[in-house]
């Protein structure tokens, strides 16, 4: 365990940069062309009209698909769109090798509605633990990376979540309710309480950004997949937030958690929203 931590540690010093690159080249590639000028052909229902994808999705996909797993080898590569065409591919984050977990257009609806508010995804994980993580919102051009243990950072500058400002209203970003089970809903009725100001969450991948950099307080999300949260919560926690499901344990990214789940700027937070949610 030791030799491939450190083997994975080289990797990252040695290759980050690459990744970076990997995702922006993808981005440009197949995501921005595409942005705004999507025909109706490009666009496509999954499990109904709120779960879109389009061919900027699958293409920008293939590319990081492609670009990642020559990076590292003996990698492999767990993304949305694959999960969706083969279930089985989501049981390698259980596995032994490392394990790419992708995300190319994390708000889609925004994407297709030409809303800037989209980013892409990538984490990288080892035996069910995340590692390390890129967000690219490619309209700002703006990336935030994490690494487990060395911080981070939006654009080279060190990301700080802090604590939230007393007196006010906690921010917290909620699931849409189109993706909740009753059970959830009733969970995320919690958090109408005085003290807090919830309102719909937009790209899962922005809204931990915003979490990492302080402008949110909070998320209370009610689904599981992780090319969603992976790379967010890593983010969250390497800018010292905390994230907490209703089991009162960290989210698992290998699955199983108890849901609704929430990540915040810090442990009081997390352990406040927790409680609201189990109400």
């Given at each position: 365990?030791?030799?491939?931590?450190?083997t994975i540690d080289e990797f990252l010093a040695r290759r980050s940069v690459d990744v970076e690159e990997a995702v922006r080249k993808a981005a440009a590639a197949e995501i921005m062309p595409r942005?705004?000028?999507?025909?109706?052909?490009?666009?496509?229902?999954?499990?109904?009209?709120?779960?879109?994808?389009?061919?900027?999705?699958?293409?920008?996909?293939?590319?990081?698909?492609?670009?990642?797993?020559?990076?590292?080898?003996?990698?492999?590569?767990?993304?949305?769109?694959?999960?969706?065409?083969?279930?089985?591919?989501?049981?390698?984050?259980?596995?032994?090798?490392?394990?790419?977990?992708?995300?190319?257009?994390?708000?889609?609806?925004?994407?297709?509605?030409?809303?800037?508010?989209?980013?892409?995804?990538?984490?990288?994980?080892?035996?069910?633990?995340?590692?390390?993580?890129?967000?690219?919102?490619?309209?700002?051009?703006?990336?935030?990376?994490?690494?487990?243990?060395?911080?981070?950072?939006?654009?080279?500058?060190?990301?700080?979540?802090?604590?939230?400002?007393?007196?006010?209203?906690?921010?917290?970003?909620?699931?849409?309710?189109?993706?909740?089970?009753?059970?959830?809903?009733?969970?995320?009725?919690?958090?109408?309480?005085?003290?807090?100001?919830?309102?719909?969450?937009?790209?899962?991948?922005?809204?931990?950004?915003?979490?990492?950099?302080?402008?949110?307080?909070?998320?209370?999300?009610?689904?599981?997949?992780?090319?969603?949260?992976?790379?967010?919560?890593?983010?969250?926690?390497?800018?010292?937030?905390?994230?907490?499901?209703?089991?009162?344990?960290?989210?698992?990214?290998?699955?199983?958690?108890?849901?609704?789940?929430?990540?915040?700027?810090?442990?009081?937070?997390?352990?406040?929203?927790?409680?609201?949610?189990?109400?």
């Amino acid at each position: 365990m030791i030799e491939e931590t450190e083997t994975i540690d080289e990797f990252l010093a040695r290759r980050s940069v690459d990744v970076e690159e990997a995702v922006r080249k993808a981005a440009a590639a197949e995501i921005m062309p595409r942005f705004r000028r999507l025909a109706e052909h490009e666009i496509d229902q999954k499990s109904g009209p709120h779960d879109l994808v389009t061919d900027a999705d699958r293409l920008a996909e293939r590319h990081l698909t492609d670009t990642l797993a020559a990076l590292l080898p003996g990698s492999v590569v767990v993304g949305e769109e694959a999960v969706h065409a083969d279930p089985a591919v989501y049981d390698a984050i259980r596995g032994d090798r490392p394990v790419w977990i992708v995300d190319p257009v994390d708000g889609t609806r925004q994407f297709v509605h030409g809303d800037p508010g989209f980013c892409t995804l990538v984490a990288l994980a080892v035996r069910g633990v995340v590692v390390a993580s890129w967000t690219y919102a490619p309209v700002p051009d703006r990336l935030a990376r994490a690494v487990r243990g060395r911080g981070a950072f939006l654009d080279g500058e060190r990301l700080h979540a802090g604590a939230p400002e007393p007196g006010r209203d906690l921010r917290v970003a909620t699931s849409h309710p189109d993706y909740t089970t009753d059970a959830q809903k009733r969970g995320l009725l919690g958090l109408r309480s005085d003290g807090v100001a919830p309102r719909p969450c937009g790209s899962a991948g922005l809204e931990y950004l915003a979490v990492a950099r302080g402008e949110l307080d909070a998320t209370a999300f009610s689904w599981e997949a992780a090319w969603d949260h992976a790379a967010g919560l890593l983010l969250v926690e390497e800018a010292g937030g905390a994230h907490l499901t209703r089991d009162g344990v960290p989210f698992r990214v290998t699955g199983g958690n108890t849901l609704p789940f929430t990540a915040a700027r810090d442990a009081a937070t997390a352990r406040r929203v927790v409680d609201l949610l189990s109400r």
